[in-house]
């Protein structure tokens, strides 16, 4: 543990030493990102014959969604924000545009905390509604977007910072709390900043706009190294998964909403509704009442494909009857699984003693695990479909969603019962406490087994 901890700190002060050839790093990333998001817009859409290795679309495809993004999400437990602070392409562009911005002070709208949650929201909703996972053109708009938002408030706000990273990115909320479970972390000596006293120091340059001497958590560090050896007080070390989750993350009501609510329920229904008959009954069900009171024009498919998909070219249209019924199904998923698992953690909060106006949210960080594999899960998807498109075997593939959804559970409910005894609960007071939260769980695990056994 000691060499650990040696090897942990040595590479911390690596990466201070070699912020340049970091920063070149990123530049490089920022070029294949171009490169993937804007070529294939000029490019033929892929028949049923286009390859990985024959059709650049298809690449491109395999590229964002088979890789790209599902091991992003992996890489926040193992790594914490390591993507952000070594590779990610936006906040590369964004800090750049920042450094020759107008350089304006952060208005209070920016910084308001629900911002992650709405973000997130409104980015898969929308990516849903014009095919992202499919469509170049979608693509370019979805990413490319986000892209742009990232270099305007970089250019308007702060001065060499991430204004766009630490309040704006649809997914920051998400890698916040995903990494909370890293084994590693920047740890500040707060005895060692102060006996460091007012002795002349170069000012560190913390791009996420950190306050690095009250430092605790993983959560909101992009790990880029740079406060390495400040006041010879902050170190990178290793640390137990479990730490932030269990003696540090006080959550918040935005962060309970975005792990209930967005991971585990909105994103579910993202992924489920394509597959689902009960979304084709609804639309049936829709369109017949429609035709019967004589109201046609939701069954036009003729709305634009920034709107809604529209590739009439390969017969494949949303029409407006289409649009609101995903919109629906989603909302709908949303509310049924988060409904349920707020209902949980509220019961469970209430036979639990030291409640408090912290204390639910404190209780729901423990369903970080869960949430963090359905949104895999629902990611991989995509790698699998592609994977099956090139002929790879992947009858594996169900084994391995259902272990890692099971590791997943019993990891989340492992931290919902640490938490519950860190607020003095006897163990017949937390046994009791754990079957709402176990029931609140059955919705969530019960999408999953309909996506990919009995649909």
């Known amino acids: 543990m000691i060499a650990l901890s040696h090897a942990t700190f040595a590479f911390g002060d690596f990466l201070r030493r070699h912020q340049r050839a970091l920063r070149q790093l990123q530049w490089g990333v920022v070029l294949v990102?171009?490169?993937?998001?804007?070529?294939?817009?000029?490019?033929?859409?892929?028949?049923?014959?286009?390859?990985?290795?024959?059709?650049?679309?298809?690449?491109?495809?395999?590229?964002?969604?088979?890789?790209?993004?599902?091991?992003?999400?992996?890489?926040?437990?193992?790594?914490?924000?390591?993507?952000?602070?070594?590779?990610?392409?936006?906040?590369?562009?964004?800090?750049?545009?920042?450094?020759r911005g107008r350089g304006r002070p952060i208005p209070r709208w920016v910084r308001w905390r629900g911002w992650p949650l709405v973000a997130f929201a409104l980015t898969t909703v929308y990516g849903q509604l014009v095919s992202v996972y499919q469509y170049p053109l979608a693509v370019l708009l979805v990413l490319g977007g986000s892209t742009a938002g990232a270099i305007v408030v970089g250019f308007w706000?702060?001065?060499?910072?991430?204004?766009?990273?630490?309040?704006?990115?649809?997914?920051?909320?998400?890698?916040?709390?995903?990494?909370?479970?890293?084994?590693?972390?920047?740890?500040?000596?707060?005895?060692?900043?102060?006996?460091?006293?007012?002795?002349?120091?170069?000012?560190?340059?913390?791009?996420?706009?950190?306050?690095?001497?009250h430092m605790q958590g993983a959560g909101d560090c992009h790990m880029c190294g740079r406060c390495s050896g400040h006041r010879d007080a902050?170190?990178?070390?290793?640390?137990?998964?479990?730490?932030?989750?269990?003696?540090?993350?006080?959550?918040?009501?935005?962060?309970?909403?975005?792990?209930?609510?967005?991971?585990?329920?909105?994103?579910?229904?993202?992924?489920?509704?394509?597959?689902?008959?009960?979304?084709?009954?609804?639309?049936?069900?829709?369109?017949?009442?429609?035709?019967?009171?004589?109201?046609?024009?939701?069954?036009?498919?003729?709305?634009p494909w920034w709107l809604l998909t529209h590739y009439p070219e390969v017969a494949d249209s949303f029409s407006w009857l289409d649009g609101a019924t995903i919109v629906g199904f989603i909302a709908a998923s949303a509310a049924v699984i988060g409904g349920a698992l707020l209902a949980a953690l509220w019961l469970a909060d209430r036979l639990l003693p030291g409640r408090d106006a912290l204390s639910l949210h404190r209780l729901a960080q423990g369903l970080i695990p869960a949430a963090g594999s359905g949104v895999f899960l629902g990611l991989s998807a995509t790698t699998?479909?592609?994977?099956?498109?090139?002929?790879?075997?992947?009858?594996?593939?169900?084994?391995?969603?259902?272990?890692?959804?099971?590791?997943?559970?019993?990891?989340?409910?492992?931290?919902?019962?640490?938490?519950?005894g860190r607020r003095g609960a006897s163990l017949a007071r937390r046994g009791v406490a754990m079957l709402p939260l176990l029931a609140g769980l059955a919705p969530f695990a019960t999408a999953w087994w309909l996506l990919f056994v009995a649909w």
């Open 33 to 99: 990102y171009v490169a993937l998001i804007v070529v294939p817009v000029f490019l033929p859409l892929p028949d049923e014959h286009a390859r990985v290795f024959n059709h650049l679309t298809v690449a491109a495809q395999f590229a964002f969604w088979g890789i790209w993004w599902p091991f992003v999400l992996v890489s926040m437990p193992l790594l914490g924000r390591a993507w952000c602070g070594w590779l990610c392409p936006e906040g590369m562009l964004t800090e750049w545009a920042s450094e």
């Open 157 to 213: 706000f702060g001065r060499s910072k991430r204004v766009w990273c630490r309040y704006l990115c649809p997914v920051n909320g998400v890698f916040t709390v995903l990494a909370k479970l890293a084994p590693w972390r920047y740890r500040v000596d707060e005895q060692q900043w102060r006996r460091h006293g007012n002795a002349r120091v170069i000012p560190v340059n913390c791009a996420p706009l950190l306050p690095l001497r």
């Open 234 to 303: 902050i170190a990178l070390v290793p640390r137990s998964v479990e730490e932030e989750i269990v003696e540090i993350a006080p959550g918040d009501r935005w962060q309970t909403a975005l792990i209930v609510f967005g991971m585990m329920g909105l994103a579910v229904g993202a992924f489920l509704w394509s597959a689902s008959p009960w979304f084709v009954a609804a639309k049936q069900w829709a369109a017949t009442w429609l035709i019967e009171h004589d109201i046609y024009w939701p069954l036009n498919d003729n709305a």
């Open 384 to 420: 699998i479909t592609l994977l099956k498109h090139e002929s790879v075997p992947v009858g594996w593939a169900n084994d391995a969603r259902f272990t890692l959804l099971a590791l997943a559970l019993a990891w989340s409910l492992r931290l919902l019962w640490r938490l519950a």
